[in-house]
């Protein structure tokens, strides 16, 4: 069933009824500021950090579903509602939203009235912008009124949901005009407030939530706008909201629009005050200068779209299949620039106030946006390896105001130094930029002791080399790519983290999945060394990586698949000896996109079991069969009923590995099965199944086992984003990065047709045709650059050249 369409001459997803399964969301913002905000209005703002820095509050948890975000009323006589529907929940005559690039535009009709929102954050401001369009569609004279409706968050979002002696006391606004300041907090230590105006003068306003909406109502039948007054109140204490009243008269045909401005504005410490308990206006009236007319918001939305359009042509595909070029081209490559900047913090399944920047997650997003904004990336990468550790292993998570590692959580995943590795590669293939392997770059932040990013490199591969077990596979600790395998935890008592209760490192449970991960990545660096010249370094990785290799096939293979770990008792996890949990995704995936055991042909019986044993119809399940109990011996993993999350969940970050490891072997077929399995525009059909947002890919859906197969969870905030579009760009579609050029080297199931593909690289575009007369797999059987034959299939790079034209015929 479907709740919406996708436009792609527009680049959005246009949802037609509110009444999704579940909220339906989108992101506004690309730097300091941003949004999240559903397809009823729901969500909140922030400024930088989504814990500390929150502007308006947000209920989680809360009946019914997403309730509180910024709100518009319409009061047309007796009828009140939203033009997003919540919280009122008139039924309307005509509803649409439509998230697009940094952008949600709703349009909702009631009788002869209509409205149009547009909500975006300006590419360069602290704020969120608003315009709104009233129209009289019918043959009379209106009177109507408008109320707009923000409700403040007392800034530390943690404090304000729990704090409520002390909150409930701070509040503090003050008005000018049609101008709302919230200042809580501003008398002592912070320096920034935040300010809520219209570009009209406001027939009213409020500032108390108890006055504006009464205390035994709610967002749905507020009694100020029930009466068609606000009551010009100041909040001082409780609960501060901003609110404007505006009584419009609309001749037949006539439209009016209005300009809204939520914005977060700071002030240099000894320039707060204007006067005692005044504020300084300054920098929010520079702001709310900027837009003041219906041109001002124009301009700036322009800017926002030419934005998004230049960004995203860096990497266009036209296949004769809609969905991959609509995945691939639009929503793919936005949902990893939303991981770039929200990393796991704000989601409707995070709460923002959680963890900070995962070491690996924030590795493995780069994979997805660094061919986008390659300069950020290179920043992100040195951010991350400032907080590694001297040994080469590093913080699991890091705060992003302030960059330092998070020692409640610490090291000890020891699948993290190599995802340092494999970020720093996919950065150099992708630009060529090999100073930044020279940049001097601390440990744990501390610069007295700092290295060049090379050296970090080489203790990442180094902390796995010194810490294997007692198969020469390496050790575990805490947990490796899967946070919920906790081999050296125990824990028996509810409440104690699985992650960091026990000791961090036992020295038996290995891990055969950083095994695979070591193979990969070991030869990306062996290949780094070799390309700045590094010839003994890169034969020494390679030597080790050949070991591991010959560990894999042998401690870590079970006969027809890899083995997952061996755990603190040396015990096989994903074995067949194991009566639950036989295998495991991860290292069928990791091992054979290594290459492990291609030549020798485990690799092509480990995709057999993949596909006997963990293949569903909404996507490979990460184990089978599902644990039934606790194994306070695997830790976290059990605690989940079956068929959900890490227990044999279809967890859709690690199905592009399996889909990647099919190519590896050519078997264009099943890695596009793969690939469309949990691709969201192929589930668009039954999204009262699938229930999250069809146009990103969601961490989980749930796996036969579980009550609801096929379900989503976790939407948005996934490694997902950037490992399928690494799968389809680099490996289905074939234009991988490395470090001479770009190579094309296809792998697409039968049927796929012609295509081409667009791809900006290293400052040139790449304009690739590739032809396939005879329906292969895989395979180039001739290559031309600009009209000359070459031989392989790496286009050598040359500086030179603005624009390349490739023409490929597979065969
Ligand atoms: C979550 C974590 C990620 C981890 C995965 C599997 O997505 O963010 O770091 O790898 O779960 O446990
Ligand atoms: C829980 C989740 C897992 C996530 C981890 C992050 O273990 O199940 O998916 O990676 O929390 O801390």
Redesign the pocket.
């Known amino acids: 069933m479907n709740f919406g369409h996708f436009d792609d001459e527009n680049m959005e997803y246009v949802v037609t009824t509110p009444k999704t399964p579940l909220p339906w969301i989108n992101y506004l913002g690309s730097n300091d500021f941003f949004s999240l905000i559903s397809n009823t209005s729901g969500g909140y703002s922030f400024y930088k950090d989504a814990k500390l820095l929150r502007l308006t509050r947000y209920r989680y948890n809360d009946v019914p579903l997403d309730s509180n975000g910024k709100y518009f009323y319409i009061k047309d006589g007796a009828a009140i509602w939203n033009p997003g529907w919540q919280p009122t929940k008139t039924e309307l005559d005509e509803y649409e939203c439509r998230h697009g690039m940094g952008y949600t535009k709703f349009h909702g009709k009631k009788g002869d009235i209509s409205a149009n929102v547009l909500c975006f954050v300006p590419m360069d401001d602290t704020c969120e912008v608003q315009k709104i369009v009233v129209t009289n569609d019918g043959s009379s004279e209106k009177k109507i009124q408008l109320f707009s409706y923000v409700e403040f968050c007392l800034w530390n979002a943690m404090d304000d949901m729990t704090n409520y002696q002390r909150n409930l006391s701070t509040g503090e606004v003050e008005v000018i005009g049609s101008t709302i300041y919230h200042k809580t907090e501003y008398r002592e230590r912070r320096n920034h407030y935040a300010v809520y105006s219209v570009n009209t003068k406001a027939d009213g306003f409020d500032t108390s939530r108890e006055d504006f909406i009464g205390v035994y109502n709610s967002g749905a039948n507020p009694d100020a706008v029930i009466e068609g007054k606000c009551r010009n109140s100041i909040a001082s204490g409780w609960y501060p909201i901003a609110s404007h009243q505006i009584d419009i008269t609309l001749a037949p045909g006539e439209s009016k629009s209005y300009v809204f401005v939520l914005g977060y504005c700071e002030n240099p410490k000894d320039q707060k005050w204007e006067a005692q308990d005044v504020i300084n206006k300054a920098p929010a009236e520079k702001m709310l200068a900027k837009y003041q007319t219906d041109e001002d918001v124009d301009k700036s939305f322009d800017n926002l779209r030419t934005y998004w359009k230049k960004l995203l042509s860096k990497f266009t595909v036209n296949t004769k299949n809609d969905k991959v070029n609509r995945m691939v081209n639009i929503w793919n490559q936005y949902q990893c620039m939303v991981t770039f900047n929200m990393s ?1 913090s704000a989601s409707y399944y995070e709460s923002g106030i959680g963890r900070g920047m ?1 070491f ?2 924030s590795c493995q997003d780069l994979l997805g946006f660094v061919h986008l904004i390659p300069d950020r990336a290179r920043q992100r990468i040195i951010d991350i390896a400032s907080t590694q550790f001297q040994d080469g292993s590093a913080y699991h998570q890091y705060q992003p105001l302030t960059k330092k590692g998070n020692s409640d959580i610490g090291s000890g995943f020891n699948d993290d130094p190599l995802w340092l590795i494999a970020g720093t590669s996919a950065y150099i293939r992708e630009t060529g930029d090999t100073t930044i392997l020279d940049e001097i770059v601390p440990y744990d932040n501390d610069m007295s002791v700092a290295t060049s990013l090379f050296e970090h490199l080489t203790r990442s591969l180094d902390y796995i080399i010194n810490h294997k077990g007692p198969h020469d596979l390496p050790l575990i600790g805490r947990a490796d ?4 395998l906790n081999l050296n935890c125990f824990s028996e008592h509810p409440g104690e983290s699985f992650q960091t209760f026990g000791p961090s490192e036992g020295p038996v449970a290995e891990s055969v999945f950083i095994g695979g991960m070591f193979v990969k990545y070991g030869n990306e660096y062996a290949d780094l060394c070799d390309f700045i010249g590094k010839k003994d370094e890169a034969d020494r990785a390679r030597s080790e990586v050949e070991k591991m290799v010959k560990a894999l096939l042998g401690a870590g293979w079970d006969g027809k698949w890899f083995i997952r770990a061996y755990d603190a008792n040396g015990n096989k996890v994903g074995s067949n000896e194991c009566d639950e949990g036989k295998i495991y995704i991860e290292p069928q995936g990791f091992c054979v996109l290594a290459g492990v055991g291609v030549e020798t042909g485990e690799a092509q019986k480990a995709m057999d079991s993949v596909k006997e044993m963990l293949d569903t119809k909404y996507g490979i399940m990460i184990l089978q069969p599902a644990y039934t109990r606790y194994h306070v011996e695997l830790g976290e993993i059990s605690s989940y009923p079956p068929g959900y999350k ?1 227990n044999a969940g279809i ?1 859709c ?1 690690n199905n592009p590995w399996v889909s990647i490891a099919e190519t590896v072997i050519g078997d264009g077929d099943r890695a596009f099965e793969i690939y469309q399995k949990t691709c969201p525009a192929y589930l668009q059909d039954i999204s009262e199944i699938h229930r999250t947002e069809p146009y990103v890919y969601s ?1 989980m859906v749930a796996g036969r086992d579980a009550r609801f197969h096929g379900q989503g969870k976790n939407s948005w905030l ?2 997902t984003a950037a490992w399928t579009f690494t799968d389809i760009s680099q490996y289905i579609l074939g234009v991988y990065p490395t470090l001479k050029g770009l190579q094309i080297n296809p792998c697409i199931p039968h049927g796929f047709g012609d295509f081409t593909v667009t791809r900006e690289y290293r400052n040139a575009v790449y304009h690739i045709t590739v032809k396939n007369p005879s329906d292969v797999c895989k395979g180039v059987l001739k290559m031309t650059v600009d009209g000359n034959d070459i031989s392989g299939n790496v286009i050598p790079y040359d500086p030179s050249k603005k624009d390349v034209n490739i023409e490929i015929v597979m065969g």
Do not use: A, K, L
């Open positions: 796991r995962g690996r997650d790519w899967n946070d919920c890490e967890f970050h961490q996934t490694g």
